[in-house]
């Protein structure tokens, strides 16, 4: 029997993605990365097609989200560069009960949208972190929005999509899990992310172990984790170059996660933050059913770490963003060059790049 150690350390385990076919993973890269660059979707679609990537995550735009008449000229870019295309809304957990037709409404135009431009799926999320939940339980904010995502089921269902919840960073993987199966998995997923995890006190490979197996989309950033005298900083850096071994995390989502389209998500530029681990208040207000486990593995990982040591504008502040604007571009760009540089040539993903 082959023990972790040995798999890891074998030829299989750095192997790319593979069906038994010996289908290799699609790559895209995530538009919200490029955001500093102000591009309009005609030319993000350009640059996918210039990297000769094989999909493109339309996460935000500037253009008209709500134009029907550019729905269907993005569903012809994508068809015409031969791109596949996903995209989706956001939070859909209403703060007050007065919200809630809203949440709803808007989450029925993601469903159209993405069903329009050629999305197999919708991305959803709870809310952007844990300090923008409403008051109450995760157990009553889980049953909300699962009632929520029911009751757009059958128009889910009728436009042959599914619904893919993000893991942002209000929810624990297992609680994500919970949501997805309350919902329904039949016709909701899990948008996987490995950048988030870090910021609920999570090792991304947990988040993989728990949703993994529910993966309609897959998006790799990385972080360094490390220890610091008020608990675990944690900073968002270009691929590969941060504390989690994405060899070893792509070699395993091989194992367990369904054929998905993988997509390059660097986000930088921000400042280290510090999960107080270590104070109580922390605990009973934000993670009370925080699995320790699961903890010993995210301590673990920090201990590994190390700070970010490389030439890095942290300018991705308010007050601080429009005033370094040309700089974060320059960077922006930069850090995408050189993660999707990680994804293709270290990582062996994709297919489009390598028929030259």
């Known amino acids: 029997m082959m023990t972790r150690r040995a798999l890891l350390s074998s030829p299989l385990a750095f192997a790319p993605f593979a069906s038994p076919a010996g289908r290799q993973w699609p790559l895209g890269i995530n538009t919200y990365c490029l955001r500093f660059q102000r591009w309009h979707d005609r030319r993000l679609f350009e640059y996918c ?9 339309l996460q935000d735009s500037i253009d008209a989200k709500m134009d029907r008449k550019h729905w269907a000229e993005v569903r012809a870019w994508s068809r015409d560069m031969g791109l596949h295309l996903e995209t989706g809304g956001g939070a859909i957990l209403p703060r007050t009960a007065e919200e809630r037709p809203k ?9 159209e949208r993405a069903a329009a431009m050629g999305s197999p799926i919708v991305r ?50 297992w609680e994500t899990r919970q949501l997805i199966e309350a919902a329904g998995k039949e016709f909701t997923g899990s948008y996987l992310d490995t950048g988030n995890p870090v910021f609920v006190a999570e090792d991304p490979f947990t988040t993989l172990e728990e949703l993994g197996p529910y993966a309609v989309t897959f998006h790799l950033r990385d972080s360094v984790v490390y220890e610091h005298p008020d608990g675990i900083a944690v900073q968002w850096v270009p691929l590969g170059e ?10 395993r989502a091989s194992q367990i996660m369904p054929p998905v389209h ?39 990982l920090a201990k590994r ?8 504008l942290t300018a ?30 270290v990582l062996d993903l994709g297919v489009r790049w390598r028929k030259g």
């Open 305 to 312: 770490g190390r700070p970010y040591d490389k030439p890095h």
């Open 124 to 173: 959803a999320l709870l809310a952007n972190d844990r300090y923008s939940l409403p008051e109450g339980s995760l157990e009553r904010h889980i049953e909300t929005a699962a009632g929520i995502l029911r009751e757009v089921r059958s128009q889910v269902t009728d436009a042959g999509l599914k619904i893919g919840i993000e893991n942002h960073k209000e929810l624990q993987a």
């Open 262 to 300: 993988i997509y390059c998500k660097p986000i930088t530029a921000r400042p280290p933050v510090v999960i107080p681990i270590y104070s109580g208040e922390f605990w009973n207000k934000w993670f009370p059913r925080a699995r320790s486990r699961d903890l010993a593995r995210f301590l673990a």
């Open 103 to 111: 949440i709803i409404a808007a989450l029925r135009n993601n469903i």
């Open 242 to 251: 941060g504390t989690v071994d994405f060899k070893a995390l792509t070699a």
């Open 49 to 57: 097609a210039e990297h000769k990537l094989d999909a493109i995550f």
């Open 316 to 345: 991705d502040v308010p007050g601080l963003r429009e005033r370094y604007m040309e700089a974060l571009r320059a960077q922006q760009l930069d850090h995408m060059e050189r993660s999707l540089d990680y994804s293709k040539r």
